[in-house]
């Protein structure tokens, strides 16, 4: 069975099955054949990973916009994927808004897979969007292969994706659970609220309050037991919104700016700080480290949103809200989690295997048989000064600039080799069920 196999990795430190092991991973067709003892298993090819190196699944990031086309001087597949790449993530989700056109229709859909095609360096799936009049879509985006439906529930930032109120979430959900597959929700209540301006990050903060995020959440959640569909809300930031989802069924994520910023520490006038919701104080960042830590927040992504620099000035009323982290959410999240005391196995389980599952992402999320041999090797003591400037996501602004963060990834895997950014890109687009 050996002889049959193309390369071997060796690693004194992988992640497997949820914990830390040696191990020999055999690879076959791009995908993981065997998973054995560490000097066992022989190939052609067989690549021994340093002593101070991890090998860990790639991240699975289900949170990101690439705004091609449309807006791709904010970003595009190309870049994106670069940064996922130089991050050790290995497969994105693409999110169906700030693109032009918007994900709404299958006609929409083909316009994006026909630009992506060519230009990307990890694999890329894609969500639905869900907005007012669309609900006879969903069923066609479904059977296209996206991986569910994102909604808004307040003004959502671009003309293009309107939110949906009480009366059309339900009629959506009611076919997304038709149809039995998931709707992921930026769960925010516009009713609470308020527009904000000045330079003050106090006045931003105030602006958007954890009510907002709570009233929403229930909203979701009530959805959900009336209409049997599966829920998740996206990038939660107030931990007094976590009590209304125990029991609910309805899954979770939070993100690195959430669990790494805090906003006593953020700057009057820094809008590179801003994203919606906002990020809130220590205390809350600490209590959402306790909700990663008994499972009431499922997983960890990126949300990566950026846009051009000139549009992210200005006061933080007139600033784009959003945060470019994808190439570097694995070094912010474990920089934070290893100070908590948790371990690799933790943050791949936030960051690749749960996300993996919870949006039925075939093959990715573990070191297993029959996975796709998709890996992050990682050097987790080795640190390294983040420079802007430096990152490979298209516009270069990020709040992390001149920070030092623990966690190199030295190599990314995918389908059984090493991606090389100066050779042609070899990811592929995914669709759900495939
Ligand atoms: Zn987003």
């Known amino acids: ?53 991890v090998l860990l699944p790639g991240l699975v990031d289900t949170h990101v916009h690439v705004n091609e086309p449309g807006r791709t001087e904010w970003e595009g597949f190309a870049t994106a994927t670069r940064a996922a790449a130089a991050g050790g993530v290995t497969t994105i989700v693409d999110m169906p808004l700030n693109s032009i056109p918007a994900t709404t229709t299958v006609a929409a859909l083909a316009v994006k897979q026909d630009v992506a095609r060519d230009q990307v360096h990890v694999d890329v799936g894609f969500w ?156 809350n960042r600490e209590r959402l480290w306790a909700a990663l830590a008994t499972g009431e927040i499922d997983f960890v992504v990126s949300d990566h949103s950026p846009c051009t620099a000139d549009l992210k000035r200005g006061d933080f009323g007139a600033a784009w809200g959003g945060i470019a982290s994808l190439q570097l959410s694995l070094p912010l999240v474990w920089t934070a989690a290893r100070e908590r005391g948790h371990g690799l196995a933790d943050v791949v389980g936030w960051m690749s295997t749960a996300p993996a599952r919870r949006v039925e992402l075939a093959g990715k999320g573990e070191i297993a048989v029959g996975y796709d041999a998709d890996f992050c090797v990682l050097a987790p003591d080795e640190a390294f000064r983040v420079d802007a400037s430096a990152l490979q996501h298209k516009n270069p602004v990020s709040p992390y600039d001149g920070r030092t963060l623990t966690g190199t990834v030295r190599q990314t895997w995918l389908r059984g080799t090493p991606i090389d950014l100066a050779a042609d890109p070899r990811g592929r687009l995914l669709r759900r069920g495939a």
Not at 33 to 50: N, R
Not at 270 to 277: G, L, N, Q, V
């Open 1 to 53: 069975m050996a002889a049959e196999l193309h390369t071997v990795v060796r690693a004194r430190r992988a992640v497997v099955g949820g914990a830390e092991r040696a191990a020999a991973i055999g690879i076959r067709d791009g995908r993981i054949a065997e998973v054995a003892a560490y000097d066992e298993l022989s190939a052609p090819d067989t690549v021994v990973l340093a002593d101070d190196e």
């Open 128 to 283: 639905g969007g869900a907005v007012p009049g669309n609900v006879g879509d969903l069923a066609a985006l479904h059977e296209a292969g996206v991986y569910g439906f994102k909604c808004f529930l307040l003004d959502s930032g671009v003309a293009e994706f309107p939110p949906l109120d009480p009366s059309q979430l339900l009629a959506a959900m009611a076919e997304t659970a038709r149809l039995g597959t998931l709707m992921i929700v930026h769960a925010e209540d516009g009713a609470l609220v308020r527009e904000a301006s000045g330079l003050p990050y106090e006045g931003f903060l105030t602006s958007r309050p954890p009510e907002a995020e709570r009233s929403a959440v229930e909203l979701v959640v009530s959805t959900a037991r009336a209409t049997g569909g599966r829920a998740h809300v996206v990038h939660l930031s107030a931990a007094d919104a976590l009590p209304s989802l125990r029991g609910s069924g309805v899954s979770v994520e939070t993100c690195p700016h959430y669990l790494v910023l805090a906003a006593e520490d953020v700057p009057d006038g820094a809008t590179e700080f801003k994203c919606c919701p906002p990020v809130r104080r220590a205390s």
